[in-house]
Each structure stands twice: as structure tokens, then as C-alpha cells.
């Protein structure tokens, strides 16, 4: 182990940089708990909870078109079969095509 008690013995294993953090009060506070709780010293933790977060970030699936309009979906009020029925699209191509006719050609 290294100064801090720790899984890895990060003071021996590689070197370590510093870095200066601010944080409001009650953040202080709350890392300052959970340290004691788990028996580790703040940069411990600190250092153990980014390493957590960086790996589940690694670990997330790229966005997919139903992430990016999930909120959309549902909200079309029309036949259930709308997005594979053909019938519906030459309807509506249809139905455009006599809209946009300037002059009736």
C-alpha cells in the first residue's frame, strides 16, 4: 500500500501529478464523509470515483437516431403501419403533387 490506503499502490506504481480542485462546501463535506467512511483519504477517493466514471463513459453505446428523436416517438397520431406501409407514402406523394401545381400543367 501506498501512503493512502488504496487498492493499488498508486505512490509506488507510477508517478503521481497535482492538480488543484475547488469544490463548493457541501460537496467538501460529503467527500470528506464518504472518505471516512470507506477509510480512504479524499484524492483516494477522488482518484477512484474518476476512474469509475471515465470507464462506465467507455463503456456506453454510441447514440442512435431513436436516442436523438426518442421523444418524438409516440407523439404522430396516425395508422399503425404508417412507417411500413407503402400505400401511405404514394398517397401522400400523391396528395403533394396536386398541392404544388402553380398553374395546373
Request: glycine share 8%; proline share 5%; hydrophobic share 40%.
Given at each position: 500500500?501506498?501512503?493512502?490506503?488504496?487498492?493499488?499502490?498508486?505512490?509506488f506504481?507510477?508517478?503521481?501529478?497535482?492538480i488543484?480542485?475547488k469544490v463548493?462546501?457541501?460537496?467538501?463535506?460529503d467527500l470528506?464523509a464518504?472518505?471516512r467512511?470507506?477509510?480512504?483519504?479524499?484524492?483516494a477517493l477522488i482518484r477512484d470515483t474518476?476512474?469509475?466514471a471515465?470507464?462506465?463513459?467507455g463503456?456506453k453505446?454510441?447514440l442512435?437516431?431513436?436516442?436523438l428523436m426518442?421523444d418524438l416517438v409516440?407523439?404522430?397520431?396516425?395508422?399503425r403501419?404508417?412507417?411500413?406501409?407503402?400505400r401511405?407514402?404514394?398517397?401522400a406523394i400523391?396528395?403533394?403533387?396536386g398541392?404544388n401545381?402553380?398553374?395546373?400543367?
Amino acid at each position: 500500500m501506498g501512503i493512502a490506503k488504496c487498492d493499488i499502490p498508486y505512490y509506488f506504481a507510477a508517478v503521481m501529478a497535482t492538480i488543484s480542485l475547488k469544490v463548493p462546501d457541501p460537496l467538501l463535506q460529503d467527500l470528506e464523509a464518504e472518505a471516512r467512511r470507506r477509510g480512504l483519504s479524499k484524492s483516494a477517493l477522488i482518484r477512484d470515483t474518476l476512474r469509475a466514471a471515465l470507464a462506465r463513459k467507455g463503456m456506453k453505446k454510441p447514440l442512435s437516431c431513436l436516442d436523438l428523436m426518442g421523444d418524438l416517438v409516440g407523439s404522430f397520431r396516425g395508422p399503425r403501419d404508417l412507417s411500413t406501409n407503402r400505400r401511405y407514402l404514394s398517397d401522400a406523394i400523391a396528395a403533394r403533387a396536386g398541392r404544388n401545381r402553380k398553374n395546373g400543367r
